[in-house]
C-alpha cells in the first residue's frame, strides 16, 4: 500500500541474472521500503528479481528499451513518463552506465528528482569527452561498490568528492540454517573437501563450469591429503529450469563426476557455504563477488577469479584466499591442492581476518550510509530548485 506522504524511490534494474549487482541492489530496495519509502521497480517481467519484487508486495514496472542510435556509447533507453504517470518520482537509482544518457537527459526538466548510480565495474574513458559533461554533473551521488573503483571514477567522470561514496557491500552476517532445512545432508560428506560455487538463475550458459569440473577430476585422482573433492553447486531456483542444464550432466559423465557433483537448490546460499570447505567464484564480470566476502566472514577460504580487485584483496588479507585466471583450469587445480594442503593455516587466516572484512562490509554501516544519500541527494535539488 502506497502512503502518499512518503517519497518515491524507482529502481531500475534491467538485468536477469542474480548476481552480485542483482543482489546488492535488491537490497537497497528493501531497505528504503523498511525505512518508509514508496519503491518501485523496473526490471524485466519475467526475472529473477522481479518474482522477489512481488513476494514483498513491490510494483514492477517492466523494463522494455531500443536503440537511440548505434554510434552512441549509451544506447539503452527507457522511458519514465510510466513511472511518473503513478506520481512524482524523489530519486532515481540505477545500476547501469549505458542508461545515464536517456535518464540524464529525461530529468532535465525535474529539477528536484535526485539521480542515484551504484556503479560496480570501470569506467570507460569516452565519459570524459565534452559532450558527456552535462550528463555525468546531473548525477547526484555515484555509489562505488569497491573501492578500488574510486580512482577510476574521480579520473574518469570529474564528480566532485562529495558525490562519490564507498561504504562496503552491506554483507549481513548470517547464522548456519538448520540442516533439516537443506535437501542435501552434509553430515554424510564430512570426510570430503567440499567447494562450492553459485549457478545464477540468468546463467545461459555453463563454459565458467567447465574448468572446475577439469580440475576436479584432476583433484580426485591425486587425493591430496588423503581427501576427495566434491563440488557443490548451488542455486535458488530449481536446476531443471536452467537451459544449460542437458550439456552441464553430459560433461560431468564424460569426466565421470556423476558421484561427485552435488546440486543443491535454496533460497538461503550462506547456510550451504557455512558448511563448505572452500569457495569458488567464476563469474568474471564481477570485481568481488559478495558471497566469497560472505564466506571469508564465515572462516571459509576462497579462491576467486583475478582481477585488479581481487588481487588486492587476496594482498590486503594475505592467506585468505588464492586467485586465478578465468578458465584456466589447470592453475585453479593447482590452487585448489594449496588450500586443501594448507586447510588450516587457511582457516587461521580467515579467523584473524573475517572482522575487518565484516567491518568494512558492515550492513549496519551500509544502511544508516545509503539513507543518510538519499535524503541529503533530495533535501539538496530541493533547497537549490525550490520555487521562489
Same mark, same amino acid.
Given at each position: 500500500?502506497?502512503?502518499?506522504?512518503?517519497?518515491?524511490?524507482?529502481?531500475?534494474? &534491467?538485468?536477469?541474472?542474480?548476481?552480485?549487482?542483482?543482489?546488492?541492489?535488491?537490497?537497497?530496495?528493501?531497505?528504503?521500503?523498511?525505512?518508509?519509502?514508496?519503491?518501485?521497480?523496473?526490471?524485466?517481467?519475467?526475472?529473477?528479481?522481479?518474482?522477489?519484487?512481488?513476494?514483498?508486495?513491490?510494483?514492477?514496472?517492466?523494463?522494455?528499451?531500443?536503440?537511440?542510435?548505434?554510434?552512441?556509447?549509451?544506447?539503452?533507453?527507457?522511458?519514465?513518463?510510466?513511472?511518473?504517470?503513478?506520481?512524482?518520482?524523489?530519486?532515481?537509482?540505477?545500476?547501469?552506465? $549505458?542508461?545515464?544518457?536517456?535518464?540524464?537527459?529525461?530529468?532535465?526538466?525535474?529539477?528536484?528528482?535526485?539521480?542515484?548510480?551504484?556503479?560496480?565495474?570501470?569506467?570507460?574513458?569516452?565519459?570524459?569527452?565534452?559532450?558527456?559533461? &552535462?550528463?555525468?554533473?546531473? #548525477?547526484?551521488?555515484?555509489?562505488?561498490?569497491?573501492?578500488?573503483?574510486?580512482?577510476?571514477?574521480?579520473?574518469?567522470?570529474?564528480?566532485?568528492?562529495?558525490?562519490?561514496?564507498?561504504?562496503?557491500?552491506?554483507?549481513?552476517?548470517?547464522?548456519?540454517?538448520? &540442516?533439516?532445512?537443506?535437501?542435501?545432508?552434509?553430515?554424510?560428506?564430512?570426510?570430503?573437501?567440499?567447494?562450492?560455487?553459485?549457478?545464477?538463475?540468468?546463467?545461459?550458459?555453463?563454459?565458467?563450469?567447465?574448468?572446475?569440473?577439469?580440475?576436479?577430476?584432476?583433484?580426485?585422482?591425486?587425493?591430496?591429503?588423503? $581427501?576427495?573433492?566434491?563440488?557443490?553447486?548451488?542455486? &535458488?531456483?530449481?536446476?531443471?529450469?536452467?537451459?544449460?542444464?542437458?550439456?552441464?550432466?553430459?560433461?560431468?559423465?564424460?569426466?565421470?563426476?556423476?558421484?561427485?557433483?552435488?546440486?543443491?537448490?535454496?533460497?538461503?546460499?550462506?547456510?550451504?557455504?557455512?558448511?563448505?570447505?572452500?569457495?569458488?567464484?567464476?563469474?568474471?564480470?564481477?570485481?568481488?563477488?559478495?558471497?566469497?566476502?560472505?564466506?571469508?566472514?564465515?572462516?571459509?577460504?576462497?579462491?576467486?577469479?583475478?582481477?585488479?580487485?581481487?588481487?588486492?584483496?587476496?594482498?590486503?588479507?594475505?592467506?585468505?584466499?588464492?586467485?586465478?585466471?578465468?578458465?584456466?583450469?589447470?592453475?585453479?587445480?593447482?590452487?585448489?591442492?594449496? #588450500?586443501?594442503?594448507?586447510?588450516?593455516?587457511?582457516?587461521?587466516?580467515?579467523?584473524?581476518? $573475517?572482522?575487518?572484512?565484516?567491518?568494512?562490509?558492515?550492513?549496519?554501516?551500509?544502511?544508516?550510509?545509503?539513507?543518510?544519500?538519499?535524503?541529503?541527494?533530495?533535501?539538496?535539488?530541493?533547497?537549490?530548485?525550490?520555487? $521562489?
Amino acid at each position: 500500500m502506497r502512503n502518499k506522504h512518503a517519497r518515491n524511490i524507482l529502481y531500475i534494474l &534491467p538485468s536477469r541474472g542474480w548476481n552480485t549487482k542483482e543482489r546488492f541492489a535488491f537490497r537497497d530496495l528493501v531497505q528504503a521500503k523498511e525505512h518508509g519509502y514508496n519503491v518501485m521497480l523496473c526490471t524485466y517481467d519475467d526475472s529473477f528479481v522481479a518474482k522477489l519484487a512481488r513476494k514483498l508486495e513491490i510494483e514492477v514496472i517492466p523494463y522494455r528499451h531500443h536503440f537511440i542510435n548505434r554510434f552512441f556509447s549509451f544506447h539503452r533507453h527507457y522511458s519514465l513518463k510510466t513511472a511518473f504517470k503513478k506520481g512524482h518520482l524523489d530519486i532515481v537509482h540505477f545500476y547501469d552506465f $549505458k542508461l545515464l544518457f536517456s535518464l540524464s537527459f529525461q530529468l532535465n526538466r525535474h529539477h528536484t528528482t535526485a539521480l542515484i548510480i551504484t556503479q560496480d565495474n570501470i569506467i570507460d574513458k569516452p565519459l570524459q569527452r565534452f559532450w558527456y559533461r &552535462p550528463l555525468i554533473s546531473r #548525477i547526484d551521488s555515484l555509489i562505488v561498490a569497491n573501492k578500488n573503483l574510486l580512482q577510476d571514477v574521480i579520473g574518469n567522470l570529474g564528480l566532485p568528492l562529495k558525490k562519490v561514496e564507498y561504504f562496503g557491500l552491506g554483507i549481513k552476517y548470517e547464522e548456519a540454517i538448520n &540442516p533439516l532445512q537443506i535437501a542435501i545432508n552434509f553430515e554424510l560428506y564430512h570426510d570430503y573437501f567440499l567447494a562450492g560455487t553459485f549457478i545464477s538463475p540468468g546463467l545461459t550458459e555453463h563454459s565458467h563450469i567447465t574448468p572446475m569440473l577439469s580440475a576436479l577430476k584432476v583433484i580426485n585422482e591425486k587425493s591430496p591429503a588423503g $581427501k576427495k573433492s566434491k563440488l557443490v553447486l548451488i542455486s &535458488p531456483i530449481e536446476f531443471q529450469a536452467m537451459p544449460f542444464l542437458a550439456n552441464l550432466m553430459r560433461d560431468i559423465q564424460t569426466n565421470d563426476l556423476t558421484e561427485d557433483v552435488l546440486f543443491v537448490t535454496t533460497q538461503d546460499i550462506i547456510g550451504v557455504i557455512c558448511r563448505l570447505n572452500l569457495w569458488i567464484s567464476h563469474t568474471p564480470e564481477e570485481l568481488i563477488e559478495d558471497y566469497a566476502l560472505s564466506a571469508l566472514i564465515h572462516e571459509i577460504p576462497v579462491i576467486v577469479a583475478r582481477n585488479f580487485c581481487s588481487k588486492d584483496l587476496i594482498e590486503e588479507y594475505e592467506g585468505v584466499g588464492e586467485t586465478y585466471k578465468i578458465f584456466d583450469a589447470r592453475e585453479l587445480r593447482d590452487k585448489w591442492e594449496k #588450500i586443501i594442503l594448507g586447510q588450516a593455516v587457511y582457516r587461521e587466516k580467515t579467523r584473524l581476518y $573475517k572482522f575487518f572484512i565484516e567491518r568494512e562490509h558492515s550492513y549496519k554501516t551500509y544502511k544508516s550510509q545509503l539513507m543518510n544519500i538519499y535524503s541529503k541527494s533530495v533535501q539538496r535539488r530541493v533547497r537549490l530548485f525550490r520555487k $521562489k
